[in-house]
């Protein structure tokens, strides 16, 4: 699969607006923000995070067919505003059948529906990194946006840490981001 | 999460009797097989897998718990017989949501099922490698048993190639090993 490597250092096409560290330990805050399809060495300062493009793990396929009806793909010309959400999920969630992780994360946390609703303005892409060696987070979402939509980005935000499921959230980062260097 | 290396080669603790290309290519034929927690160079001869031992994808909570309350551990003095099987699944298998997945995985092919009829006499350890960078299989799974167990591991596989998940495997090989070099 395609594994894509973030790097935060001094530079890229994508200029850090703030760094927050939500749940646990934070990222040294740094200018800008890469993308890399290849893999690339951490530079002297600043951090590198790798995670890789792979199939759904939850979504059913009445939700992936509308998930796809809707949502929009990167690189929109409009989409001056993106953010990059590192997560890492704790123990207890990992040691729960898939059943069980499918009833917190859907039925009872609306996860999908939640995100159906702020589409198709925030799009999005996660990227797994719990099975690739050395990584210190579970998962990186990168979003992006138009500037008009960054308070709908925000109460979206607000809505998922609310749920059930972000009780299994140990460590969560927000990195804020505008397009050009 | 800890990513397991598999090596063929000319040293091991376990001796290669049979290597067979089940569907697509097969591999290399070398004389043992070693296992790897730690990075390793691939050898001058031979190949080189890598895989993570990751959370269970499918299996529910009751399937888990039954799991649980009968599996042995790998490394039993008794299990000198063991198997690698890589397996690479097709677009198509991936492309599928979650529940369909499931579905086909269980509810028609009863993979946990087949595989529960087995234990405690085969012990199984899978390994996730579709999400790493340049692996050519989606999966390596080891098993070990006693030599008196080979007919019902033969027995065991049959049923599983016989199933409608089996035709997403695009490739499989299958490695026959003993222990002692």
Redo the contacts between chains.
């Keep these: ?1 395609s ?1 894509i490597t973030f790097v935060g250092g001094t530079t890229g096409d994508w200029r850090v607006e703030r760094v927050q560290a939500v749940c646990g330990e934070g990222l040294p805050a740094t200018a800008c923000v890469s993308t890399h399809t290849k ?1 690339v060495l951490l530079p002297d300062a600043g951090w590198l995070l790798r995670g ?1 493009i ?8 009445a ?2 067919t509308t998930l796809k009806s809707v949502q929009e793909g990167l690189g929109r010309p409009a989409a001056t505003c993106a953010a990059l959400i590192p997560i890492k999920k704790s123990a207890a969630w ?7 992780r ?1 009833a917190i994360f859907e039925e009872t946390s609306h996860h999908t529906a939640i995100g159906l609703d702020y589409l198709p303005a925030i799009a999005r892409r996660l990227h ?1 990194c ?4 050395n990584e210190p987070f579970d998962f990186l979402t990168w979003f992006e946006f138009a500037p008009e939509h960054g308070k709908d980005f925000d109460a979206m935000l607000q809505r998922l840490r609310a749920t059930h499921e972000w009780t299994f959230v140990e460590r969560e980062v927000d990195i804020r981001l505008v397009r050009g260097a």
């Design positions: 699969m594994v893999p890789a792979s199939n759904l793990r939850y979504a059913n396929k939700e992936v990992w040691d729960l059948a898939q059943d069980e499918r797994h719990r099975d690739l060696s």
